[in-house]
């Protein structure tokens, strides 16, 4: 066993030195290191020009002006704006922040929803934007969010947080770890001790439930059609780093290394089980689908700028994302500006792209913003 883990961690490596010294699109076409951070400012004002609805201050669903909600692509939405103000370092996008907060609870009316996962994305989104303003209420709307997320905890399958409130007998990882996400984060701001509670014994259950010890992979679900079948056949990049982020909020607020050590081993089997041709993310659809590998990016950027995360390791987290991001720019976006990018970030796109797609191109290019690679 211990011979198969060198193995495999040499395999990571390998593969990820390989995508990262070579540009498989058109190795005369490099991206410069000091543009990325204004192609992140390209992609994000190409998100407003494109899906900002200035009379009611929410995303469109589509670059073809459909209004209909979609409540979890929009707290995305909100992180974005987040991210931007992050990377500018300034107030530039407080208003927006202020105007989409007022916008999504008319266009929801409230910000309660049926989906406990939906809820959780924009606690934790919400409470980014507090962090990022010092406006309360941002803060107040993400603990009455959590306040509602605890009614979806019940016995069933042994405990978790259900995925939503007319099928309470199915729990699902993306329920209950962006649940886990939003419970550290608000113990680390308010020392209230009830929000790690349910972020331990959130985590203690997902552990537990849904994810293969050997490796690392995180399956999504038991419950849906069965009392207690697993969905193991189900394996997306989303639940992969939602996963590993739980992990590092877990540990950050325990210092239980064995939490470190799960975030790590699902990421180095994140990137390679996921990853297709040009040793890029897999094409997982439009649609809902469409956001999966920008959240596994968000939380695979998160764990590389990590202190306790090795700078070896960390370097070859943060190669993988920028090999995604030069083969986005060069091969998945629009040829012309305000761009689009493909759900397929190898292939150019075309014609109507929904919004969650939009914003997996937009994290990606937001997260390899800033990246410097260290020599050894």
Not at 81 to 97: E, G, L, T
Not at 303 to 327: C, G, M, R, T
């Amino acid at each position: 066993m211990p011979q198969l883990k060198k193995t495999f961690h040499f395999f990571i490596i390998l593969i990820l030195s390989f995508c990262c010294s070579k540009d498989p699109v058109n190795n005369n076409n490099k991206q410069n290191s000091n543009s990325y951070s204004e192609n992140a400012e390209s992609a994000f004002q190409s998100l407003i020009t494109l899906y900002w609805n200035d009379n009611n201050h929410i995303f469109y669903s589509t670059n073809y002006k459909n209004e209909n909600l979609n409540y979890w692509w929009q707290a995305h939405g909100l992180n974005a704006i987040v991210d931007a103000s992050i990377r500018v370092k300034n107030d530039k996008y407080f208003k927006m922040i202020s105007d989409f907060y007022n916008g999504i609870g008319i266009a929801n009316d409230g910000f309660i929803n049926d989906f406990y996962d939906d809820m959780a994305w924009m606690g934790i989104a919400l409470l980014r934007a507090y962090e990022q303003t010092n406006i309360n209420k941002y803060l107040d709307t993400s603990t009455q969010l959590w306040d509602n997320i605890t009614t979806g905890w019940n016995e069933n399958n042994g405990g978790g947080i259900a995925w939503n409130k007319h099928q309470l007998t199915y729990k699902n990882t993306p329920s209950n770890a962006t649940t886990a996400i939003l419970s550290f984060r608000l113990y680390a701001i308010t020392k209230d001790k009830k929000y790690f509670d349910l972020g331990e014994k959130t985590m203690n259950w997902l552990y537990d439930t849904l994810v293969d010890k050997s490796s690392g992979m995180v399956w999504d679900g038991i419950g849906r059609t069965e009392a207690n079948l697993i969905d193991d056949n189900w394996l997306f990049t989303y639940n992969q780093g939602i996963f590993l982020g739980a992990c590092i909020e877990f540990y950050n607020t325990s210092q239980k290394e064995i939490w470190r050590e799960r975030a790590i081993k699902t990421a180095d089997n994140a990137i390679i089980a996921f990853t297709g041709h040009f040793n890029v993310l897999k094409d997982e659809g439009k649609g809902d689908g469409g956001l999966f590998k920008g959240i596994l990016i968000r939380y695979l950027k998160y764990l590389s700028d990590q202190p306790f995360l090795d700078k070896a390791k960390s370097d070859v987290y943060k190669a993988f994302i920028k090999n995604n991001s030069e083969v986005l720019w060069k091969a998945g976006k629009s040829a012309s500006y305000p761009y689009t990018f493909n759900h397929d970030w190898t292939k150019n796109p075309a014609g109507e792209i929904d919004l969650s797609v939009q914003l997996s191109g937009v994290f990606l290019l937001e997260a390899c913003s800033g990246i410097e690679i260290k020599k050894h």
